[in-house]
């Protein structure tokens, strides 16, 4: 099988170059992929100095970088020169297999699109991610936040990606295909989840109908479509409530000697479950139905993170995942049944 | 001040009507209410049974009951002599000042909209609910559940009742009020929000912009408006976040002797946070924007969270908060500006 080459933005994320450089290091010569690190070649090295192992890493400098802050589509415009946009021109020109960053999500999805475009037929790429549930299961949720606004077509195209996604990378035959909405029954649900509802129901697909919030970390489904506006409230809660918890756990180890040391006791426990919520161990987001495979990781991104990330790129790479989205595209429709030539018109848009 | 006249629903919910029985004996002579089941006396006096406490509780005695997965406008239209209809009529009667209940919320939405009727002035009733934050501070919720699909003149409404409530409810002096978005820039968000944050950007309240998912345990606002879908995943996905943990958490005491002796250390603490989580300390939800005092319980209520539903329902009524709600519904407008007849024309609606 062919070496998969990934391309890393160096400079992405609240800890860059630092965590990145750090991230490629622990993956170098481990996962079995060939390295390229994008971004301020001075910075890089810098980092770089000291360390032994840059075998299998390349670099490629790039003057130009995205704050984490900036307005998406007038920095990808404005910096064509920055390791996000370069990196993703060396996607297109079939240099490298896959981007990985964790830097701006919104000039990442903006610039993925410029440069790579969307895969035929489908419609709205979408950001998908991994969510922790009970007993180990994972569920693939999407979309989690690039588009606030959808229309039933583009759920129902996601339903199909997010099944792709299952399959192809963690080997899920048939995977369970749920809907989040505000009640089991078909009849709950907000306009949009209502004719996605139905819409799923008639399609090839392991349908299993509608979950709640509740439902989520229980494992029900192995994929769950909602709007990306839903999906990014559902992460931020979650995350929201697991810190809130553990800062209040933390509160009640440091009020008494006996509660310290029965919280050193059980500290290994606790990082476990603490380790099973946390997003640095699921690799980050995939921008799922661009035309390749673009890995965007947490702001926060630390080492482990990175090498996550970058390990969730080479298993997409090695699964073939893009194959199986592109034949998605063929395969599912383009709009709603029975919508007219003006709803058709905005397949296409941003 | 007059003794506040409280029904309560004895047939609602899960447990009933053992728990909201037991709740209410709590509450007798304690609250300073009168309090009236109900629900089938027999039932009712088969729980009372070998209770000393029964004065300061009528019962009137009602032979249908709503079930908890019954079709909402249905069963309410079928079911005259329920405990929900016949109770929320009690109230418009003005035999009562007060309504709870732990059954179906649907039917309780629905039949208050039938009898009570909407605040003149209101477009739609919202449900909301009491978060709780980090350090005790409480943020008021709405709406999490009565509209599926909102316009952005509801969700500005929403946002004039939450204030109206902080302040009767909690004397919170100029509520800060927040809207639920995916970022805190005012470009961020869906076309919903995005009209919103400027509507209550020119509106008399203390708005302080956009909060996001994660924002909502750190009591960065005393009043935070969601559509009714949104809102119901937010509650959801908390609810299932807290029980992963605490599950996990579980499993972790029970794995060794040494963790079990750390766990009862630790026990007293755990509680308290699992109770500054648990939906049984906040009273419910109160239904907001029809035209009188209507708390509605999680349907897995114990006596606990009966007592304090009825709690808060006294101070509702205490406070005068349904007189605020009216004096909101004559100063906010029905609908948005420069909206035609059109889109004016849909508010009336359930």
């Not at 170059?17 to 690190?37: C, S």
Request: charged share 25%; glycine share 12%.
């Amino acid at each position: 099988m062919k070496v998969p080459r990934i391309v890393l933005d160096a400079m992405g994320g609240d800890n860059a170059p630092g965590e990145p450089v750090a991230g490629a290091l622990m993956a170098a010569g481990v996962l079995g992929v060939e390295l390229i690190l994008v971004g301020r070649q001075d910075a890089i090295e810098s980092e770089l100095r000291g360390t032994a192992t840059i075998r299998d890493v390349r670099i490629v400098d790039t003057p130009d970088v995205i704050g984490m802050d900036e307005h998406a589509t007038d920095a990808v415009r404005a910096k064509r020169k920055s390791s996000i946009v370069v990196g993703l021109e060396m996607l297109k020109r079939g240099e490298a297999d896959a981007f990985v960053t964790a830097g701006n999500t919104g000039a990442t999805m903006a610039a993925a699109l410029l440069t790579l475009g969307r895969v035929k037929g489908i419609g709205r790429p979408a950001l998908a991610t991994i969510f922790p549930a009970a007993e180990g299961r994972l569920t693939m949720l999407l979309d989690v936040g690039a588009n606030a606004d959808c229309r039933p077509i583009h759920l129902y195209q996601f339903a199909h990606m997010g099944a792709a996604y299952m399959e192809r990378m963690f080997g899920v035959n048939r995977p369970r295909v749920a809907l989040l909405s505000i009640g089991e029954e078909e009849t709950k649900g907000n306009q949009l989840t209502l004719e996605v509802h139905q819409m799923l129901r008639g399609s090839r697909l392991n349908f299993v109908g509608n979950v709640e919030g509740k439902d989520l970390p229980r494992g029900l489904a192995d994929v769950v479509v909602m709007d990306g506006f839903t999906g990014n409230v559902v992460l931020k809660t979650a995350e929201g409530i697991a810190e809130l918890l553990f800062g209040e756990l933390r509160k009640a180890v440091e009020l008494t000697p006996w509660n310290k040391a029965a919280g050193l006791i059980l500290m290994s426990e606790l990082r476990k479950v603490k380790r099973q919520l946390d997003y640095a161990e699921y690799g980050g987001a995939q921008l799922v139905g661009v035309d390749g495979i673009v890995v965007i990781g947490h702001g926060r991104s630390n080492a482990r993170a990175i090498f996550n990330a970058l390990k969730a790129a080479r298993d997409a790479v090695q699964n073939g995942v893009l194959e199986k989205v592109r034949a998605v595209g063929k395969e599912v429709p383009a709009r709603e049944k029975g919508a007219g030539e003006g709803a058709a018109g905005d397949i296409g848009e941003e």
